[in-house]
């Protein structure tokens, strides 16, 4: 059996879309999903993605977003 080194040297050289999949399936063996819990996301990103195109909501860009985590816990 390959060793955990060589699974990641190997898994590193796959295109992003499998190295994607690939790390999407080692993460839900260690924290299965829940259906409840996806339908909830997918209920809310739904409601958001229509709050946005109705214009009700305006969205900040990620750099803005991440500025004002940083200042907040370099305080």
């Given at each position: 059996m390959p060793s955990a080194?060589?699974i990641i040297r190997e898994?590193?050289?796959?295109?992003?879309?499998?190295?994607?999949?690939?790390?999407?399936?080692?993460?839900?063996?260690?924290?299965?999903?829940?259906?409840?819990?996806?339908?909830?996301?997918?209920?809310?990103?739904?409601?958001?993605?229509?709050?946005?195109?109705?214009?009700?909501?305006?969205?900040?860009?990620?750099?803005?977003?991440?500025?004002?985590?940083?200042?907040?816990?370099?305080?």
């Amino acid at each position: 059996m390959p060793s955990a080194r060589e699974i990641i040297r190997e898994a590193a050289s796959l295109p992003v879309e499998e190295r994607a999949l690939v790390v999407d399936s080692l993460l839900r063996t260690l924290n299965p999903p829940d259906a409840g819990t996806d339908n909830a996301w997918l209920d809310t990103a739904k409601r958001r993605l229509a709050e946005l195109r109705a214009g009700r909501v305006q969205a900040v860009p990620g750099d803005q977003v991440f500025a004002g985590i940083e200042k907040k816990f370099a305080e």
